[in-house]
Structures are given as structure tokens and as C-alpha cells.
């Protein structure tokens, strides 16, 4: 017992130096990214999603056989959604530089990468949540680290093994994919906390989303569904049925956004039994209803990890009840919602329930009951043509993804609607989330803001008109007109180096470092490079011999000083008594650009 205790402590240790690792590794990356042309990004973008697209039924049988969840096919939708329609949606997005011009408020808007991503990543959906969260990334140029789920690590190791490839082979700077092979609970949470992490991408449990909150910084949560599917008096049955049964075998339940429960309207109750029989549905009677609730629900009110991801046929079969070869879903009837209902949770498998209610006005109060059990801010689903009921479940629901006449599953993301298609829809604040959007990699990026003036200070009047005074004629003399904003400078060639410009400049650079060339005269003051930069390729090293006297130590250094450092290869020498700013310093040093002189502290 105690080695076994031993052995455990140690690879939690190993997974939190890897973790630290990989997000040093990732920050020095940053740097390198954030200078990225659009056109560099977005030829490294689509090398990615070009490289995955002919895995896709690969990776889709790896994580099913790796995690015993869900449907190959419905895996390889999923995996070609991602590498697909999310890449043709994010496609001409501009993410780098200039993104709007306002020109009647005179503001310029600049996007800026948030920085690097800690991007965690289920195991119930766990090739194609990777996929999306790495395109995304690497688009807004934001380094990513990824933490697998211990239980599907081979098949999220390998996705990313792929697109890293691709991308490396594009052009990414080392280091800007990265993802953890010793994957641990302690790993995840120091990847999430570390210094070097901007914003966290978490999907997962509950548990995994609160620690991601509390880490420290911002992150993008995703809670659970539990989306009730509305079935109104004047809806098209048969779609309806045949969109909730094909909602809830997709995958076999194991998305989010898969329906979790029907509330019917009573005028179409028996209508709609036969519809949802005829799909594939069956009824369970209330014996075989209390038998599955204590198979399929836990204690703590989740679903049987056993029973996740598992088809109808397979729940039925672990619970005793017999059901036709065919069956997709099973059907409980229930008559309240909350802990005495165990079957009215999200269960992430293909078992629905079922409720009537009178009208629209008690099936709008049903479904508020079932978002508010594990549910809020999510998805839900009105099957309907009354355009008035539509409207007024869109006012009143909290759910941000209120879908209509279209699977729950296959909407919210974007597959069947005009929504952003994305595989992190966001809660709000009905869920405790930061954005109730479908995320993209406009979540990733800041936007700084060139705003002119348009009004004098004092008092008020558009900036360049005459300011008006009192008891003095009105100017006739016309607002000068204002020039329009500027546009984006073109980066001008770097201007050749001559044979004898080049071997000057080596000649300085062996002087600063003590050695000369026979018949060659010691570089001087004034030929060294400017104070506090050294020439490319000096090392960093605090080992390395110090510069000659006449290199003066950098007064000031901050992040764009870093920055440019980085990009050209150079080096920045500075002492004890140069003030660098507290991120500079973080990515100089991840960088390795700093030359010390003299002894730190």
C-alpha cells in the first residue's frame, strides 16, 4: 500500500513539472506567435484542419475504443464538424492587426492575442473537442497547451500529434501545441494555475469547471445540459419525434447538448407516443423505470460512469428490461422534477423523460423546473409553428440556445442552425459562465481601441470647430473636414547588408566579446551596437563573458522590447539597475533574450 501511495505521489510530481514545462515552453512560443502575419496564421490553420480531415474515422474508432463512449460514425461527424465547418466558419475571420474601423466614431480597433491557452479536454467528446480547441487557438495566435482526459489521452495525444505536425510543417514556432503525456488530476490543476497561462478553455465536469474558475484567471466553462425538448400542440409531430430520437442516439447522448427530457402538450401526447415509438423509442413501464433510475443514478445524483455513452440496447440489457432489437432510447415517465425524479439529471446516454402538461404556459414552467435541475443557461428545444409560443419561450427560458424544429444536439452547435459552430457553448449567467456565446477566436482575443477626439474637452463643441462664444456672431466658415482614418502601414523590405557592412558588424561583435581578428583594431564606443542590445546570436546565459565596458546596459525594458528582441534574434543587455516591467521579464527570460552584466541578485 505505501509504494503504491509512493508510486502515485511521484507521478503526480511528474505530471506538475510537465506541466510547468510545457507552459514555459508555451510562453516563449507566444512571443514568437504574436508577431505572426494573418497570412502566416491562416496558412498554418489550414494546414491543420487539412491534415486531421483524413483521420477523422481513425481517431473516431481510437477514442471509442480507448473510452467505450459513444457511435464510431456519429464520432467521425463530429471529428470532420470540427476539422470542417468550425475551420470554414473561422476562415476569413481577421484576427491579426486592424479588425474594424469605425469611421464616424473615429475609433480603430486591434486585435491582440489573449496569450496562452490551457485547453482541458473530456473524454466523452474528446478527438473533436481537441481539434476545435487547437484551430480556434492557434487562429486568434495563441499558443495552447492541452490535458487530456486520463481516459481518452491516447486519442487526444494522437489528434494533436497530427495538427502539431502540420502546423510545425507551416511555419508555428516550437512549443505553441503542446500537450501533457502524464496526465493527472494535480497536472491539470497546475497547468491551470500556472503564471504563464492566460485564459483556460475548460470542458468537463462540473468539479473540473469550478476549479477552472478558481484558478486565478479567466476561463470559459461549460456546465451541464439537461436540455428539455418542447413539443407544442401545433407542432409536426412526426419531425419532432424523429429530431429528438435522433438527438438523443446521436453519439449516444453524449454531448452536452443532447435532449434530456420531453414535455408534451396533452392535445398531442398520444400522437406523439406513437411518433417517438416508430423512431425508435420505448416506453418503460413504472417498475422498470424505478429499476433504472437506481442502475443509471448515482447517489450524488450522476449518471453510472459504467452506463455513460452505452446504446439503449446495452442500458437495457445491464437493468433487466427487455426491449425490441431496435430500440434507441428508452422513454420514463415522470411526474416531477428534482432529487425524488433521479431520472430528470442530464444523463449523457440514450434515455429520455417525459412529461405532459396542459398547455404552453405549463409546459414553459416545466421546462424552467428541468434547466433549473442541472440544466440553466445550456439548450433546450420548442418543436412548434406558432410563431407567438416561439417567441415567448425565447423571452422567458434561461437557456441561451433555444433551438426550433431541430435536435437540441445537432443545433446548439451550429450543425443545423445559423448559431457559430463551436464545441463550447457557453451558460452565462444562469450557468455561473463568463459568455453565454458559442466560443470562437474571438473569445481568444483582446481588442485594443485608437480612439480620436471628437468633442472640445471644455465645452463640448467637435474637435477642430471654432468653440462658440458668447455675444459673437456664429461662424459661417465650414467644419474643416477630417481626414479619414489611417490605414494599416505596409512593413517596408529589410534593406540588403553589403559583403563589407557584414563583415564590420561580425568584426564588433567578436571585439565585444574580447576577440580580434589579426589586424584588426578593437571595436570602439561608438561602433558597438546601441546601449542595452547585443547583436544576434550572444548568448543569454548568466555564465557567458560580459561585454566590453563600452556596451551600455538597457535603462527600461519592456514587453515590446521583448518582443522585438525575439523577432529579429537579438539580445537585450541589462544590469541590477535596469527596471523591466513584470511582463517582460517573464517572457524575456522564457524567451532567453536578457544578457546579464555582472551578478544577479
Known amino acids: 500500500m505505501a509504494t503504491d501511495a509512493r508510486l502515485r505521489t511521484d507521478s503526480d510530481l511528474a505530471s506538475m513539472a510537465e506541466a510547468r514545462a510545457l507552459a514555459r515552453r508555451a510562453r516563449a512560443a507566444q512571443t ?4 505572426f502575419s494573418q497570412t502566416q496564421i491562416d496558412t498554418i490553420v489550414d494546414a491543420m484542419a487539412a491534415a486531421v480531415i483524413p483521420h477523422a474515422e481513425t481517431l473516431a474508432r481510437l477514442a471509442v475504443d480507448e ?66 480547441k487547437l484551430l480556434i487557438a492557434i487562429k486568434a495566435r495563441c499558443a495552447i497547451v492541452l490535458s487530456p482526459h486520463p481516459s481518452a489521452a491516447r486519442a487526444i495525444t494522437r489528434t494533436a500529434e497530427i495538427m502539431h505536425d502540420a ?49 486565478g484567471k479567466p476561463a470559459y466553462g461549460v456546465g451541464p445540459g439537461n436540455a428539455p425538448c418542447y413539443v407544442e400542440s401545433s407542432a409536426d409531430v412526426a419531425q419532432a419525434a424523429r429530431d429528438i430520437v435522433t438527438g ?11 435532449p434530456n427530457s420531453v414535455v408534451a402538450d396533452r392535445a398531442i401526447d398520444q400522437e406523439l407516443r406513437r411518433a417517438l415509438a416508430a423512431q425508435g423509442g420505448h416506453f418503460l413501464s413504472a417498475s422498470e423505470t424505478t429499476t433504472l433510475a437506481r442502475l443509471l443514478v448515482t447517489p450524488q445524483r450522476l449518471p453510472n460512469p459504467a452506463l455513460v455513452g452505452k446504446p439503449a440496447t446495452a442500458i437495457a440489457q445491464a437493468a433487466g428490461i427487455s426491449v425490441p432489437p431496435g430500440t434507441r432510447a428508452l422513454i420514463a415517465e415522470l411526474d416531477g422534477v428534482g432529487r425524488d425524479y433521479p ?119 467637435t474637435a477642430g470647430s471654432p468653440r462658440p462664444a458668447v455675444a459673437q456672431p456664429a461662424s459661417s ?35 565585444s566579446r574580447g576577440v580580434s581578428r589579426p589586424g584588426t583594431p578593437s571595436a570602439t564606443a561608438a561602433s558597438l551596437p546601441a546601449a542595452g542590445r547585443v547583436d544576434a546570436g550572444a548568448t ?62
Open 540 to 601: 543569454a546565459s548568466t555564465s557567458a563573458p560580459a561585454p566590453t565596458p563600452s556596451a551600455t546596459p538597457a535603462d527600461f525594458v519592456c514587453e515590446d522590447d521583448v518582443r522585438r528582441a525575439a523577432r529579429d534574434g537579438a539580445h537585450i543587455l541589462v544590469n541590477e539597475r535596469t527596471i523591466i516591467t513584470p511582463a517582460a521579464r517573464d517572457a524575456g527570460e522564457a524567451a532567453r533574450v536578457f544578457t546579464w552584466q555582472g551578478l544577479r541578485s
Open 343 to 461: 431520472l430528470s439529471i442530464e444523463k449523457l446516454c440514450p434515455v429520455l423523460s417525459y412529461y405532459v402538461v396542459n398547455d404552453w404556459r405549463d409546459g414553459c414552467e416545466r421546462c424552467k423546473q428541468i434547466l433549473r435541475y442541472g440544466g440553466m443557461g445550456h439548450t433546450m428545444s420548442i418543436h412548434s409553428r406558432n410563431e407567438a409560443v416561439i417567441l415567448e419561450f425565447g423571452l422567458h427560458k434561461p437557456a441561451f440556445r433555444i433551438v426550433v424544429n431541430t435536435p437540441t444536439t445537432h443545433g446548439s452547435i451550429g450543425l443545423t442552425t445559423g448559431l457559430d459552430p463551436a464545441m463550447t457553448l457557453g451558460c452565462g449567467g444562469f450557468g455561473g459562465n463568463i459568455t453565454s456565446d458559442n466560443i470562437s477566436p474571438k473569445h481568444l482575443l483582446n481588442i485594443k481601441r485608437v480612439a480620436y477626439g471628437l468633442r472640445d474637452a471644455s465645452s463640448g463643441a
Open 248 to 258: 438523443k442516439s446521436f453519439d449516444n447522448g453524449l454531448l452536452c447538448s443532447s
Open 32 to 35: 514568437v506567435l504574436a508577431e
Open 67 to 132: 473510452t467505450g463512449f459513444g457511435v464510431v460514425a456519429d464520432k467521425v461527424e463530429k471529428n470532420l464538424f470540427a476539422a470542417e465547418r468550425v475551420h470554414a466558419f473561422i476562415k476569413p475571420m481577421t484576427t491579426v492587426g486592424v479588425v474594424r474601423r469605425d469611421e464616424t466614431k473615429r475609433v480603430i480597433e486591434i486585435a491582440e492575442p489573449f496569450g496562452v491557452v490551457a485547453g482541458i479536454i473530456p473524454s466523452t467528446n474528446p478527438t473533436s473537442t481537441a481539434i476545435y
Open 477 to 511: 466658415a465650414p467644419t474643416p473636414a477630417r481626414p479619414p482614418l489611417p490605414k494599416a502601414p505596409s512593413r517596408p523590405a529589410p534593406e540588403p547588408v553589403s559583403a563589407s557592412a557584414l563583415s564590420t558588424r561580425i568584426d564588433q561583435f567578436l571585439a
Open 167 to 215: 502546423a510545425r510543417s507551416a511555419g508555428l514556432p516550437d512549443g505553441a501545441i503542446g500537450w501533457m503525456t502524464q496526465v493527472s488530476l494535480e497536472g491539470t490543476q497546475e497547468l491551470m494555475k500556472a503564471r504563464e497561462v492566460a485564459v483556460i478553455l475548460a470542458t468537463g465536469g462540473m468539479g473540473l469547471v469550478r476549479a477552472a474558475y478558481s484558478a
